[in-house]
């Protein structure tokens, strides 16, 4: 029996016979050819059937077989440079053809299709090609994430997906009955960070988030997921240090581990992506960008573009806003020092200086904008004490928080990125609608 392998180790087995086991990608066929592009999960190699190798029956069913059959296909592996697929370079000579399943007619075909009803078929989407692309680079990069979060002296440490108060923003909150008592979805890990990061000092909590803000843009997930990191004795400017570091370590390892799918499926400019693969990142202050946005503003022609350009020093930002600077950048550029009052009642006051917190958010370049939140935090008992009474958050339910700041409270920092976002950018996505599995939308909870 002819070892069963992998499409992606196809070149280690040139002049073997070997067996592949996967989905029939797409078929061409003529007279006594028929051409089959086979895809296993881990690739796809084009598989040439000879009339003449196969048995009539085998033959007539590899002519015939239609989109996403699933078969088995044993044949000898030919070194062609010209051969199509992925990696490439190889083909099967078939000498044997099995059929598993034939798949009825297939809903999505190579023909172009709206982008709601490959949504709608999203179950089935998952196998094309570029959200195949997509969906492996997502892995990757949760990977290098974690693994040099693990390698550095982080601590994972889980965080509650239930909880009984809000973390972020009170207004956005999925609420849940549990029990008869009211509870919500988290919208970060992050107060619980808090209490970990003093017990081990360096963490990091990695899960779903759920935001029920009724946001219907290419940024906006209602279920994300978020990296959070949360570190004892850390300053505004080691959080940055930090930040550039690991996603200057995320998109290396994506270059060097997807650069294929990068350029020949997602056709994906690489420079942009070369650029942000070396640390430092520049730095901005918040008073900074109002004032190069404000330029800007006035240096433009288009009364429409400058519309969505105005900004007044104490309003957040909004797309048209990062996306302009982003556009002054060829790099993520760090934002930080926003007014306190757009940004969540945790974040430290400047010294001297309390209208800005010591807050950083750092936006992607090309447009892409934010993809990472973070902040120093209060830790001054009376401090935090206050802002939780102005922004009237119920004590009750913040207690333990509170504690934190009686029991050895320390300076710290952490912050979080949106894996979506990260994903979107580093594969030059239109929406993040595409960099998860099965996304949630304003107006889509199926399949
Ligand atoms: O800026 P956010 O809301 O920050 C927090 O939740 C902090 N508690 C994190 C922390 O300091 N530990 O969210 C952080 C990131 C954003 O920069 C963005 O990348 C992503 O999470 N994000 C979203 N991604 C997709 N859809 C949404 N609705 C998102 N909201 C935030
Ligand atoms: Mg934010």
Redesign the pocket.
């Known amino acids: 029996m002819p070892p069963v392998i992998s499409i992606a180790d196809i070149a280690q087995h040139d002049g073997q016979e070997v067996t592949l086991r996967g989905w029939v990608y797409n078929r061409t066929g003529k007279g006594k050819l028929s051409f089959i592009k086979l895809r296993d999960g881990s690739g796809i190699a084009q598989c040439v059937a000879f009339k003449g190798d196969l048995t009539e029956e085998q033959f007539e069913q590899a002519s015939k077989v239609s989109q996403e059959s699933s078969v088995v296909i044993t044949g000898v592996v030919k070194k062609d440079e010209r051969a199509p697929g992925f990696p490439g370079g190889y083909e099967l000579s078939v000498k044997a053809f099995e059929v598993v399943q034939m798949a009825h007619e297939y809903p999505i075909t190579p023909k172009e299709h709206g982008p709601e009803f490959l949504m709608d078929n999203r179950h089935l989407w998952v196998r094309s090609s570029r959200q195949w692309a997509i969906l492996r680079i997502r892995s990757t990069i949760i990977n290098a994430l974690r693994s040099w979060l693990d390698d550095n002296g982080y601590l994972l440490v889980d965080t509650p997906i239930i909880t009984p108060a809000a ?2 923003n009170t207004t956005d909150l999925f609420k849940l009955d549990y029990f008869g008592e009211p509870a919500f979805l988290s ?2 890990g ?1 107060l619980y ?1 808090e209490a970990n990061m003093m017990a081990f000092g360096k963490v990091y909590c990695f899960g779903p ?1 759920f ?1 029920a ?1 009724k ?1 219907k843009t290419r ?4 279920e ?1 997921w ?1 990296l ?1 990191p ?1 570190m004892a004795y850390f300053s505004l400017e080691d959080l940055m240090a930090l930040e550039e570091t690991l996603l200057a370590h995320v998109i290396q390892t994506v270059l060097t581990k997807h650069r294929a799918e990068l350029t020949d499926i997602l056709e994906r400019d690489l420079a942009p992506l070369e650029r942000a693969a070396a640390a430092p990142y520049p730095r901005i202050s918040y008073d900074e960008a109002v004032q190069r946005l404000q330029t800007l503003a006035a240096q433009t022609d288009d009364p429409e573009q400058r519309d969505l350009l105005k900004i007044e020093w104490g309003e957040d930002f909004g797309s048209p806003h990062e996306t302009a600077l982003t556009q002054m950048f060829d790099q993520p550029v760090f934002v930080y020092h926003y007014p306190s009052a757009v940004k ?1 009642f945790y974040m430290q006051p400047v010294d001297g200086r309390p209208e800005v917190c010591r807050s950083v ?1 750092l936006l992607a370049p090309e447009g892409y904008g ?6 120093e935090r209060i830790w001054d008992s009376q401090l935090i004490e206050e802002r939780v009474a102005t922004i009237g958050l119920p004590r009750e339910a913040y207690a333990w928080y509170l504690d934190l700041r009686k029991f050895g409270s320390v300076p710290h920092a ?5 894996v ?2 990260t994903v979107a950018w580093v594969c030059g996505l239109p929406h ?1 609608r595409e960099t998860i599995p099965y996304a949630r939308l304003l107006n889509r909870k199926y399949p």
């Open positions: 973390g972020e919208q970060t992050q960070n988030t935001r803000e946001s940024r906006h997930l209602i994300f978020m959070e949360e969540a958010d934010e993809i990472t939140g973070g902040s952490g912050f979080g990125l949106g979506e976002r993040v």
